[in-house]
């Protein structure tokens, strides 16, 4: 299983950014997919996933109302659109599987594969 992330870099309170996550070795449409975060000296964090066809949307209370999780399975991809950007944002990102058969699909527990992680940073 291979993620690979793009599309981080840096902006200005406010802005926005698109993460894309590019999945190989799997077959993208049986599984449930998401991100996190994890900030310097911070535990991992919960961001958003995504059921298998779309069909439900899970996101954490920080990035509600601002972030939208979306998949194309037809591409192999994960995209994450992070609008209103905050500094508390910052962090690096990671596209990650949900291990099957997980009850939880909205805590960073529900994770087994991830890819390397992209570098956000929100300046004030």
């Known amino acids: 299983v291979q993620l690979e992330e793009s599309g981080g870099g840096s902006v200005e309170a406010g802005g926005s950014l698109r993460l894309s996550c590019l999945a190989s070795?799997?077959?993208?449409?049986?599984?449930?997919m998401g991100w996190f975060r994890q900030a310097p000296g911070k535990e991992r964090e919960f961001v958003a996933s995504?059921?298998?066809?779309?069909?439900?949307?899970y996101y954490g209370d920080s990035v509600k109302g601002r972030f939208t999780i979306s998949r194309d399975n037809a591409k192999s991809t994960l995209s994450l659109q992070m609008n209103s950007l905050k500094p508390e944002d910052t962090a690096v990102y990671y596209c990650?599987?949900?291990?099957?058969?997980?009850?939880?699909?909205?805590?960073?527990?529900?994770?087994?594969?991830r890819g390397q992680g992209t570098q956000v940073t929100v300046s004030s």
């Open positions: 995504i059921t298998w066809n779309g069909g439900r949307l």
């Open positions: 990650a599987r949900v291990r099957p058969g997980s009850t939880d699909v909205a805590s960073v527990q529900a994770f087994d594969y």
């Open positions: 070795g799997l077959t993208l449409r049986m599984y449930t």
